[in-house]
């Protein structure tokens, strides 16, 4: 069984850049391809960055050129640098095993508690 445990959020300002962590406790690491996500009320919980196990990446538009996610196999370890923060990149960041769909990037497993990012304007 797989346990997520993400860390790093916090409040920052407009402009701002923060490092989001994300342990991995579990088997099989090191071949799983893995995705950071995230969550406003309301809304749909939408993939902000994936690496696959070969560290290969991928990053919808809003994400590309300000987010930068890289893994770590030896800790297990899967972190998200964010930079020039916006206010509408608040939300709680999840990470997640993800798996490639034909279509879509789509996560698998159970979910960790997140990590609130607070972006004041």
């Known amino acids: 069984q797989v346990q997520l445990v993400e860390s790093g959020g916090g409040l920052v300002q407009t402009g701002g850049s923060l490092s989001l962590s994300c342990e991995f406790h579990?088997?099989?690491?090191?071949?799983?391809?893995m995705g950071w996500y995230r969550q406003v009320p309301g809304k749909e919980r939408e993939l902000v960055a994936g690496?696959?196990?070969?560290?290969?990446?991928h990053y919808p538009d809003f994400a590309k050129g300000r987010f930068t996610i890289s893994r770590d196999g030896a800790r297990k370890t899967v972190r998200l640098q964010m930079n020039n923060l916006r206010p509408e990149d608040a939300a709680v960041y999840y990470c997640?095993?993800?798996?490639?769909?034909?279509?879509?990037?789509?996560?698998?497993?159970?979910w960790g508690q997140g990590t609130q990012v607070t972006v004041n304007s």
């Open positions: 690496i696959t196990y070969g560290g290969s990446t």
């Open positions: 579990g088997r099989d690491f090191i071949t799983r391809h």
């Open positions: 997640n095993s993800i798996r490639w769909t034909g279509s879509s990037w789509v996560p698998e497993g159970s």
